[in-house]
C-alpha cells in the first residue's frame, strides 16, 4: 500500500522567504510523486510530477521538488514566496505511470505575509 | 488548458434525499473520470474510477450502491448520493483523464462539491 504523509497542515512565511512543503512517502514500488495547488474556488492544478531520471524537477510559477529515494521524501520548494502563491498544496503518489489511481497526503495551507 | 466544470459548488440537503453531482470536461474527451471523497483536513481519498460506457470500479469500502455513478458520455460524469445521511457531508471532487494527446498523463480537477445533508 502507498501513503504521502505532509507535515504541517499550516505553513506560514513571509513574501520573499523561501517556500518549502515537506511530504514523506510509504510505496513498496518505485513511486511516481506529484504536487498539485488548489487555489480559493478552484479545481487541483498540477504543479510538478516525478516519474523517472533526474530527481530534481521544475515545476511552474518558480516550483522545485526534488525525490530522495534514501529519505523516502519529496519536498516542495521556491527560492522566493509571492503572495499570489497563497493555496493549499497537495503531495500524491501513484505507482501507476499516467497519474492514475492517486494517493493523496492530507494537503498543506500555505499562507504568505506581506 | 483543460477545463473541468463540476456541479453545484455546495449543495444542501435533508437526510434522505438525493444528490447528484455532475463533473463535466469541457473541452476534451475523458475516457476516465475518479471521484474523490475530502473530509476536514484530510487527504482526498479515492472513491471510485469511472470508466465511460461501463460500470464504475468502487474502492475497498465505498458502498456503490450508495453512491452511484454513471459515465454515460465522454465528457459527463455523476456521482449520485442516495438516501443522503449527516455522515455523508463532506468535499466531493472529481478529476479527468484526457483521452489521447499531450495531456494523456495529466489529470484535471473540478473545483469540488460541498455537500452538507441535515
Known amino acids: 500500500a502507498q501513503s504521502v504523509t505532509q507535515l504541517g497542515s499550516h505553513v506560514s512565511v513571509s513574501e520573499g522567504a523561501l517556500v518549502l512543503l515537506r511530504c514523506n512517502y510509504s510505496s513498496s514500488v518505485p513511486p511516481y510523486l506529484f504536487w498539485y495547488v488548489q487555489y480559493p474556488n478552484q479545481g487541483l492544478q498540477l504543479l510538478l510530477k516525478?516519474?523517472?531520471?533526474?530527481?530534481l524537477v521544475k515545476g511552474i510559477n518558480g516550483f522545485e521538488a526534488e525525490f530522495k529515494k534514501s529519505e523516502t521524501s519529496f519536498h516542495l520548494t521556491k527560492p522566493s514566496a509571492h503572495m499570489s502563491d497563497a493555496a493549499e498544496y497537495f503531495c500524491?503518489?501513484?505507482?501507476?505511470?499516467?497519474?492514475?489511481?492517486?494517493?493523496f497526503g492530507q494537503g498543506t495551507r500555505l499562507t504568505i505575509n506581506p | 488548458g483543460a477545463v473541468v466544470s463540476q456541479h453545484p459548488s455546495w449543495v444542501i440537503c435533508k437526510s434522505g434525499t438525493s444528490v447528484k453531482i455532475e463533473c463535466r470536461s469541457l473541452?476534451?474527451?475523458?475516457?476516465?473520470m475518479f471521484w474523490y471523497r475530502q473530509f476536514p483536513k484530510q487527504s482526498l481519498m479515492l472513491m471510485a474510477t469511472s470508466n465511460e460506457g461501463s460500470k464504475a470500479t468502487y474502492e475497498q469500502g465505498v458502498e456503490k450502491d450508495k453512491f452511484l455513478i454513471n459515465h454515460a458520455s465522454l465528457t459527463l460524469s455523476t456521482l449520485t448520493v442516495t438516501s443522503a445521511h449527516p455522515e455523508d457531508s463532506s468535499f466531493y471532487i472529481c478529476?479527468?483523464?484526457?483521452?489521447?494527446?499531450?495531456?494523456?498523463?495529466?489529470?484535471?480537477f473540478g473545483s469540488g462539491t460541498q455537500l452538507s445533508v441535515l
Open positions: 516525478y516519474t523517472t531520471g533526474a530527481t
Open positions: 478529476s479527468a483523464r484526457p483521452y489521447g494527446g499531450a495531456d494523456n498523463e495529466k489529470l484535471f
Open positions: 500524491a503518489v501513484s505507482k501507476i505511470q499516467g497519474a492514475q489511481k492517486l494517493v
Open positions: 473541452d476534451f474527451q475523458a475516457t476516465t
